[in-house]
């Protein structure tokens, strides 16, 4: 047996051991860790995990905390933390991996500042083919951010490539964006789509894009192409899941429209405006306005010289106002026959129900919630109206189950309301369709005349914006004065300078560029940057956009004509307001070569109706447009489930091709027009 003295020698030599031990494991857990997760990885840890980590890493794995910090700083949108993190990272010693994340970070970057110029480039120098899953499925979508939501094939591209990658809602959400690029692409685009022989995905959704435009219109022949296409492209990954617009129009309902409640002004100063669409569409619902449909041919604005039949008398005389009819202050009611709905732009519409009854209310007399609520007693199924700018923009804030055609738009709102379309024949909207017409003729420098005032600058910033989003840059404005003024300057026998200043489209700020590597990518120039040589001598401007009378047309075209001392002139493009009746050929040769756009009922697409038209309003083209805007509000109603339920739903109507946004917004594409030798020929595309 051990003596007590040995054993508390031996006890006395383990406690040092124990101590050093316990020091030794201290000393381990509060060195720095290694991540478990890649730099290629998702990365689950907050920034603020990450970049403590770093902070107490001086080893390899200081780069790959930073990259995580950086990347979970992206995703909690701490933009301005990422960047200083991104130019913190060392400039040499990273391995291969590392830089390849670091150069998607900075992609990354550059979309989050929204300098998508920037990110396009620093993108297109990546190969995605060395990434992980995780990071490309991060390229893709900062490829598909910085597209900006512009239809292409690169943005298609992306998305197919993208979707292998995606589960649950990230895929159907993928498979849906898909769906929409599609069928935003125009046909041009389609037409010049050049597909690889491994692209059998992009092939089958061309196809499905394909039978969807031939068949979108008649729910039970697109469930059929559907079916048999599904057979033709089992792994296409539509085949299995459908974009949840194609199931919309597969289970489509018509909505009912056997009650119309119109609200017009039919008292007051506005009365004779109310009136014109009240004729229309009461035309319309009786089946005295057919629109012809696609196949037949459209014709050609006549000159004085054409037969009886033409469309237009350019020697009429114009009246001041057109003749009104009694209404009453109170409601009137009518019922009306079924009419042959405006043709839709790619098939047949179907047909309206019979026996639709249409009730007016005179907005003049009563405040829209009570006519509403008065609608509503009397058991309408759809409202078409009021007309009125302010009393649309009271709308906005009233609570109605009714399903809403309104008349006009309300300003500096957004329309957001899931049971009101807005419909109006605006300034705003010809300023810019005539921005992607003129952006469509490759024009970079367009000059803006308008009048000067409110209505000049409303139509200007319509203009920009549009001209923007088409990808153009500087827009110019000159503010024109009154006839007197004009006719004051011709008087003089000056010219006009083809000047102007930009207008502002009040881009988000951009940022003063990133350094990565020691090289740095400036932002684009905003349009307040550019230089405004163009601005001063007019040298550059290609395009002039005017909004004037036929009167004001009349000395300003021949006075432009003066101050143009370039060999190449610009083109001359000019708003419906400049074309009335009255013109008389030496207006028309004095015109030579000017395009404008107009309401296709006026541009000649059905000369019986025309003619109809212009004689009833003795000439008045104020008033037929707003009788043509009756009788396309009469089918949009009648299409009103359609137009909020089916995308890229589209009726050829008399005041153009009609569509909505996902605001439901209506837009019209205009029929362009242009003198040439005192006729009227239509511009071709």
Not at 401 to 430: H, R
Not at 529 to 540: D, I, L, P, R, Y
Not at 620 to 643: E, K, P
């Amino acid at each position: 047996m051990p003596s007590s003295t040995t054993f508390r020698t031996r006890t006395g030599r383990l406690i040092p051991a124990i101590i050093v031990a316990m020091l030794l494991a201290s000393c381990s857990s509060q060195a720095p860790q290694s991540p478990k997760e890649s730099v290629q990885d998702a990365g689950t840890g907050s920034a603020d995990y990450y970049l403590k980590q770093a902070q107490q890493s001086s080893d390899d794995n200081k780069a790959n905390w930073q990259l995580l910090a950086i990347h979970a700083l992206l995703r909690e949108n701490r933009v301005s933390e990422a960047a200083t993190q991104l130019g913190q990272l060392p400039q040499q010693g990273l391995n291969n991996s590392q830089f390849m994340e670091q150069q998607l970070l900075n992609s990354e970057l550059l979309v989050a500042q929204k300098n998508y110029p920037a990110a396009n480039t620093a993108l297109s120098k990546l190969d995605a083919e060395n990434f992980s899953a995780e990071q490309k499925s991060r390229y893709y979508q900062a490829l598909i951010t910085a597209s900006q939501g512009k239809a292409s094939l690169p943005l298609l591209r992306a998305y197919i490539a993208q979707e292998p990658l995606l589960q649950g809602k990230a895929h159907q959400d993928n498979l849906d964006a898909t769906w929409l690029a599609l069928t935003q692409l125009t046909p041009q685009q389609v037409g010049g789509i050049a597909i690889n022989a491994n692209e059998n995905v992009l092939q089958g959704w061309l196809d499905l894009l394909n039978l969807w435009q031939s068949s979108k219109q008649d729910p039970d022949r697109l469930k059929a192409a559907i079916q048999d296409w599904q057979q033709r492209y089992p792994y296409n990954p539509a085949s299995k899941t459908l974009p949840t617009a194609l199931n919309n129009v597969i289970n489509f309902k018509p909505g009912s429209i056997e009650k119309v409640a119109l609200l017009l002004p039919m008292s007051g100063a506005a009365q004779v405006y109310g009136n014109a669409i009240q004729q229309g569409f009461n035309a319309a619902a009786n089946g005295q306005a057919n629109a012809p449909t696609p196949a037949q041919p459209v014709a050609a604005p006549q000159t004085a010289s054409a037969t009886s039949t033409a469309p237009v008398d350019p020697n009429a005389a114009v009246s001041p106002s057109a003749p009104t009819q009694d209404a009453n202050a109170a409601s009137t009611s009518s019922p009306a026959t079924p009419a042959a709905s405006a043709t839709p732009a790619v098939a047949a519409s179907t047909p309206a129900p019979a026996n639709v009854q249409i009730k007016v209310y005179d907005t003049s007399s009563q405040p829209i919630p009570a006519l509403l609520a008065q609608a509503q007693q009397d058991g309408a199924t759809v409202v078409v109206g009021p007309l009125l700018k302010d009393q649309v923009t009271a709308l906005s804030t009233e609570q109605t189950s009714l399903n809403v055609l309104a008349l006009n738009q309300p300003q500096n709102a957004t329309p957001n309301s899931p049971n009101i379309c807005y419909f109006a024949l605006s300034p705003e909207d010809e300023a810019r369709d005539a921005a992607r017409h003129i952006r469509a003729q490759q024009k970079q420098m367009p000059l803006l005349m308008v009048p000067r005032g409110d209505l000049g600058d409303r139509v200007a910033q319509a203009f920009a914006d549009e001209w923007q989003k088409e990808g153009g840059q500087t827009v110019l404005k000159q503010s024109m004065g009154s006839y007197a003024d004009l006719k004051a300057q011709v008087s003089r026998g000056g010219g006009l300078r083809l000047t102007g200043t930009p207008v502002n489209t009040a881009p988000a700020a951009q940022p003063a560029g990133v350094t990565i590597g020691g090289i740095t990518i400036p932002s684009p120039p905003t349009d307040a940057q550019v230089t405004g040589a163009s601005a001063e001598s007019g040298g550059n401007v290609d395009a002039i956009y005017i909004v004037a009378t036929q009167d004001e047309m009349a000395l300003m075209k021949p006075m432009i004509d003066l101050s143009i001392n370039t060999r190449v002139k610009p083109s001359i493009y000019a708003s419906s307001r400049s074309y009335q009746a009255g013109a008389g050929p030496d207006y028309r040769l004095e015109m030579e070569g000017l395009q404008f756009s107009d309401i296709p009922l006026l541009a000649g697409t059905n000369p019986a109706l025309m003619q109809q038209a212009s004689s009833q309003f003795r000439n008045d083209y104020s008033l037929v447009r707003l009788y043509a805007m009756g009788i396309d509000a009469y089918n949009l109603a009648n299409h009103f489930t359609q137009i909020r339920q089916v995308p890229g739903f589209q009726l050829s109507g008399t005041t153009g091709n009609l569509s909505a946004n996902s605001n439901c917004v209506i837009h019209r594409q205009l029929p362009w027009l242009q003198y040439r030798q005192g006729s009227l020929v239509p511009v071709s595309s």
